[in-house]
């Protein structure tokens, strides 16, 4: 995803439309930043980091880089829909770009 993504004091959720790779063995999903997490390709639940919550209270915080593999059954035949939760209650000081990364790659060994 290549846009500025804030969860900072908040509750968000993402919805994006991916093209499905031609191999569909292999790739994770891959968020790095301040933030709790949880991921959804095509319904299919893809994992958590930490618990999500609207505020600091039910949040529990995840770590800094989360991983979740992508069962090739998840892909859809040409495009997937990617769901995200994401919430950042405990990073202390506020981050100008409190989320890095969000992307599908390809695992690693």
Known sequence: LM???DPQGREIWITATLVSPAVKQ???????????????LNGVFLGANGRPGGDARSERPGRYEAEFAIPPSAW???QSVLTLRLSSFHAGARLAR?????SVVPARD
Not at 26 to 40: D, H, K, N, Y
Not at 98 to 102: F, L, R
């Open 76 to 78: 859809g035949s040409e």
């Open 26 to 40: 292999g790739q994770v999903l891959r968020i790095t930043g301040v933030a709790s997490s949880e991921a959804w």
């Open 3 to 5: 846009s500025h993504v």
């Open 98 to 102: 409190p989320i890095g990364t969000i």
